[in-house]
């Protein structure tokens, strides 16, 4: 069965550079969402998109930004890297309860590694 | 606001035993989905058990299954016939109604499997 892809798997930036982390859901899932995990951390939701729009804002910083494309796929863009940003990022995917399977399916995560 | 909570920080079970997980939840709602994730050392997030609040069985999977306890608002993990492949993080989570349906996370619990 198709599972949610993220691409890269591992990225290393420099201070203030840009980073684009790719995420493709599973077929049919309406929803998107992105989680930042830090060492040793629970995952902390980012933001989250439900038919292309966006839907729901957490502890985003204003240097990051996200969108979902028509093709369901999303991108979450970051600038300014800082040393901080340094974390395991998520993709996950779902269908809105209610209207089916509300399991939410995630990624292998995108190692991002700021120097 | 929903909030899960996991107050084992890590766990030891000796190989081909059983081991609890706990996980209670504070919600409001009356209709909320429960969820169970595995996360070893390679950082992957990988969905384990889903247990509705209207469901009447405890939702099982193979070796994985969930006690859950609606009136102590407790949803734990029960893993029976542990194998060295167990040993990662696992996190219970809840879905937040409030927006985006999306996932909160507990603090998690390290599990290590002796041989």
């Known amino acids: 069965a198709a599972g949610v892809i993220q691409s890269p798997r591992h990225l290393i930036k420099e201070k203030r550079e840009t980073a684009t982390l790719k995420c493709y859901p599973i077929?049919?899932?309406?929803?998107v969402y992105w989680y930042q995990q830090g060492p040793g951390q629970d995952p902390q939701f980012l933001i989250s998109?439900?038919?292309?729009?966006?839907?729901d804002k957490g502890s985003i910083p204003d240097r990051f930004s996200a969108q979902q494309f028509s093709d369901y796929h999303s991108e979450l863009n970051m600038s300014s890297l800082e040393l901080g940003d340094s974390a395991l990022y998520f993709c996950?995917?779902?269908?809105?309860?209610?209207?089916?399977?509300?399991?939410?399916?995630f990624g292998q995560g995108t190692r991002l590694t700021v120097v | 606001a929903q909030k899960i909570t996991q107050t084992q920080p890590g766990m030891f079970v000796q190989e081909k035993e059983a081991v609890t997980l706990d996980c209670t939840y504070d919600?409001?709602?009356?209709?909320?989905?429960l969820f169970w994730y595995k996360q070893p050392s390679s950082g992957e997030m990988i969905f384990l058990i889903y247990?509705?609040?209207?469901?009447?069985q405890n939702a099982t999977e193979g070796r994985y299954s969930l006690n859950f306890q609606k009136a102590r608002k407790s949803a734990n993990l029960v893993i029976s016939a542990s194998q060295l492949g167990d040993s990662a993080m696992y996190f219970c989570?809840?879905?937040?109604?409030?927006?985006?349906?999306?996932?909160?996370f507990g603090s998690g619990t390290r599990l290590l499997v002796r041989p």
């Open positions: 996950a995917s779902s269908r809105i309860p209610g209207t089916g399977n509300t399991e939410a399916f």
């Open positions: 077929p049919r899932h309406d929803t």
């Open positions: 998109f439900y038919e292309k729009m966006q839907s």
């Open positions: 919600t409001s709602d009356q209709s909320y989905g």
């Open positions: 247990q509705g609040s209207y469901d009447e």
């Open positions: 989570a809840m879905r937040d109604r409030d927006s985006s349906y999306k996932l909160i």
